[in-house]
């Protein structure tokens, strides 16, 4: 879990261009483990620190990104509402890695293939730092809620099932 210079992903560059102070963590994704309950363990790091990045769809080609603790569920209700739109569903993960450039276990909302609305769920507000991906599976890197929302254009709105 040693900060490695030698990891560049599209999320790492961009938040060195911001000039955004992160950390790397690393673990290991040799048993498949990627959810991301998995990862705050393998880190030992609290659940409620940790966060995932979902990919939505609305409509036929509309992406909409969240960012919720590991351990909680999107509402779709809420992140409709969120994104302005009527109906929302996951993207499906054949779809993942074309639209965002991502795969599982290691999509952030930064540093995607385009730029997409984002909302980070109002709970991360309340933490001095949060663990989200670092664009590839057994790399996350801990930062700012402020300083992700900033690069990654996004508002904090509630957005977990209750």
Do not use: H, W
């Amino acid at each position: 879990m040693a900060k490695r210079k030698s990891v560049k992903t599209n999320a790492v560059r961009l938040l060195e261009n911001e000039q955004v102070p992160y950390e790397l963590m690393e673990y290991d994704i040799q048993d498949g483990q990627l959810d991301g309950v998995s990862v705050a363990e393998k880190t030992g790091q609290a659940a409620e620190s940790v966060y995932k990045t979902l990919v939505t769809i609305a409509g036929p080609r509309e992406l909409f990104v969240f960012i919720i603790p590991v351990a909680q569920e999107l509402d779709l209700k809420k992140a409709a509402k969120a994104a302005g739109v009527k109906k929302i569903d996951m993207l499906p993960l054949k779809d993942l890695t074309a639209m965002t450039g991502y795969v599982r276990g290691g999509c952030s909302a930064i540093g995607m293939k385009k730029k997409y609305p984002t909302v980070i769920d109002a709970s991360a507000e309340q933490l001095e730092r949060i663990i989200v991906s670092a664009g590839k599976p057994g790399l996350q890197m801990k930062l700012s809620p402020v300083d992700l929302a900033r690069v990654a254009e996004a508002s904090f709105i509630d957005i977990i099932k209750d």
